[in-house]
């Protein structure tokens, strides 16, 4: 019953957003591809306005581009199977009968709302530290040498809090998804006497498949640019450089604008290729 | 007989549930007692739990002597102030899409969603440059914007489920009553939208405090939040876990509290309606 006078007024209404978020979107972009396309480092005083693809041979070519893309893999991919499996099996635990469910609901998903600053500071000073570390402590009290593990296994360390820091979402997202699932079907599974294994797999699993989908593709996008996790603890350095972080390297720390742009535009690339897949999953969801 | 076995079930479901969640959330905890202990107690060897002498003298030294009442100040301004912008802008884009759908409504939609996809670190230099040339580096109000800016795809997606959740019938209802585009906003769409704007602003405002990217790159002291005020203590070692336990009690309290509140709107902010 929409009237052309009330079409023209909602235009109207959405008009600032999209706005905004165009020129949020166009102008930034569009510098950083024209960047990318110069040879630009302001430090030396040299600007340079096109000199064709060499940034991206260059940056696709050099070593740090591969070991950062590696690194990168790692992260994301240890940081989403920790946190689908610890997810999957909390999100099952906490739909458990139980006494005090909703405290047990609170302390588990705490973590997500730890700014990242604070929670990379705590596990690296006051867990992963081989002084004054709880696990250096935890070792000696087994009779295990203390263990350096920001500097012995730094990429695993980083894995670790922001592993933490995400198992929250994730069981949040796989409890609400758990908690549609029809009881009539698994009661029916367990008259029939299917074992709890063949219930999970059966029936629990593929009924979280569409949950798990969405949560590893939000996740891979947020995980994609992580880095105050690695700020603060390596600073890009023992093999945690991912790719994000090479970027930010480039760019602000030796000011090779050009080069840094064009893994700036990589990267946005990268992260579209996710993204188209999310996309399709949350439209096919707005027209239902 | 049956009963019983339950229940014994159900104790054993509370233990298991109940360890594994305080192993979760032990680094918290340990973070809040260290907070209480003595620069020398914070690393005793061996670690001390409850048994020592609680002050709060570390909240004092860290309140008094150093720039956390401006990070304070700064995060509270910045959270607050990117909200209430984003639901300002975000608010007639939603109602619009929600009450008035057009044939391209859907495409905006995810239009939107896809901005927040855009890595941060493709547009890091452009905007460290304009801002620069804007004069607004390290300034409360360049963070504001940008962080508006990356949060308003969600704000405009939350509004948009939560309107479309209020009938349409009632806005047809108040039309055929002769009520005018501004009294159908005023009275009769508001009161029912109110709930869902709450937790818009409060997921927000979860997310703007913790944002940790352009907060920590874009200000240096002025503007800095409590985000980068907290990276500042990764460089020392030491006798200072006492003090960084307090100062990020401090930090994550009021979000943590919020938090608790807002788990719900938390899954139907960050997945965009993708899971139910």
Redesign the interface.
Known sequence: ??TQQ??A???L??A???F??LV??L???C??LY?SFADYRPMRGVFETWIGFSNYESFVTSSSFLRAVGTTLWMVTGILSITIIGGVL?AL??D??????G?????????????????A???????F?V??G?FS?LYK?LGLQPFDFLSQAPLFSIIVIVA?QW???AT??LL??VQ?LSSEQLEAAEMDGAPGIKRFWYIILPHLS??IT?VIL?QT?FL??I??EI???TNGAFGTRTL?YL??QR??ESQN?GL??AG??I??IL??I??IF??R???K???N | MARAI?RR???M??A???S???L??F??L??FL?SFKSEATA?A???VFFMFDWTTENYTTVLERSNYPLALTNSIIIAVGSTILGIV??V??A???A??P?KRT?D???W????K??????????????AKWLGVMDSRLLLIVVLM?IN??II?WMLYTYFREIPGEIL?AA?MDGAS?KSEILYVLTPMALPGIASTILLNI?LA??E??WT??LTTVDAAP???F??S??AP?GLF?AK??AA?IM??AP??I???FS?KQ??RG???????
């Open positions: 019953m929409a009330s079409k007024a909602a235009r209404m959405i600032p957003a999209v905004v978020l949020w979107m102008v930034p972009l510098m950083t960047f909390f635990l906490l458990q009968p139980m006494f005090g469910q405290i047990v609901r609170i302390l588990v998903i705490a973590p997500f709302f730890v700014m990242p600053t604070v929670s500071l705590v596990w690296k000073n006051m867990f530290n002084d004054n709880l402590y009290f933490w198992l929250p979402f949040l997202i609400t998804a549609s569409r949950a969405v939000i996008i994609l640019s880095f105050a700020f603060v603890t994000t970027v930010y760019v602000l604008i840094g742009s700036g535009i990267a946005v992260a579209n996710i993204a999310l996309m999953i949350v439209g969801n707005l027209d | 339950s079930k159900k104790i479901w509370t298991l549930a109940w594994l969640g305080l979760i959330f680094p918290i340990w973070t260290t690393i060897d061996p670690p802008i975000a007639p884009a109602w619009a899409m009450f008035v057009g859907k905006v939609l995810l939107m969603l896809s901005t996809m855009l890595p941060a670190v493709g547009v890091l230099y452009p905007l460290v440059l304009l800016l308003l795809p405009v047809e039309r585009l979860i405090w913790n940790a990217f920590i790159l409590l985000t980068k907290i990276a203590f990764s070692e876990y960084l336990s990020s930090a994550i979000i943590l919020m938090g608790w788990q938390l899954v960050l997945t965009f309606g993708a899971v139910k």
